[in-house]
């Protein structure tokens, strides 16, 4: 059975302040990794992380992924109130691709003013 | 392009009856997913189909009924609603892989089902 686990479950810093989330891994046939952002709404997404070391970055946000020790880190520096939200990581795997993900429970991130 | 769109937003259910969720797509996606959403437990995929008249079950299919007629629409039957399936129902959509490679997940707006 595919597994991802997220750490930490939740999360409350400052504004200004450097966070990061962590998730791992047990899948069969591993594809890639997706980080999502979710607000009270459909999650959005983040990046898609497919070959090990190599960053993702976007603004304030990186991503990077270790396949041979199967997790990935989620960075975002400067933290600001908007970055308030559910961070969810998500796996694509199996023979073939497809839309087959397994999802972690998130991590609930709030930042303070 | 409207992307993923679900209907209803919200629905609330006796014990017994049953519905359809309803979601559609316009942007010529090959694959789409419907997953549920409860409090602590991430989304769960539910039935998932790679093409119009392909449908294969997740994690999470009892209770659950799909069908893929043509590629925009992926409606999600409930056939005996249960206080159990009280939670947020999100559709999704991807294009497919070319050569192995992997793309991302739309998502719809989600609909919150409540059965009482």
């Known amino acids: 059975e595919d597994k991802v686990v997220q750490s930490p479950l939740s999360l409350v810093v400052h504004e200004g302040d450097t966070v990061t989330l962590n998730c791992s891994y047990e899948v069969t046939n591993f594809r890639s990794l997706l980080w999502y952002k979710q607000e009270k709404k459909a999650p959005t997404f983040l990046f898609m992380l497919?070959?090990?070391?190599i960053e993702k970055k976007s603004g304030r946000l990186s991503s990077i992924l270790d396949k041979k020790e199967l997790f990935s880190i989620l960075n975002i520096t400067a933290t600001q109130t908007g970055d308030s939200a559910v961070y969810l990581c998500?796996?694509?795997?199996?023979?073939?691709?497809?839309?087959?993900?397994?999802f972690g429970e998130g991590t609930q991130l709030t930042v303070n003013p | 392009n409207a992307g993923v769109t679900q209907t209803p937003k919200f629905q609330v259910l006796k014990t017994g009856q049953s519905m359809t969720l309803q979601c559609a797509q316009d942007?010529?996606?090959?694959?789409m997913s419907w997953y549920r959403q409860d409090p602590g437990m991430g989304l769960r995929l539910i039935h998932y189909?790679?093409?119009?008249?392909?449908?294969d079950q997740g994690e999470v299919p009892n209770g659950y009924n799909v069908s893929r007629s043509t590629t925009e629409d992926f409606p999600l039957r409930l056939l005996s609603a249960a206080p159990s399936q009280t939670s947020v129902y999100f559709c999704a959509s991807s294009y497919s892989g070319q050569l192995g490679s992997s793309y991302e997940q739309y998502f719809g707006p989600g609909t919150r089902l409540t059965v009482t």
């Open positions: 942007m010529n996606h090959e694959y």
């Open positions: 998500a796996v694509e795997a199996g023979e073939t691709s497809g839309s087959r993900l397994t």
């Open positions: 189909s790679v093409g119009a008249g392909i449908t």
């Open positions: 497919t070959s090990s070391g």
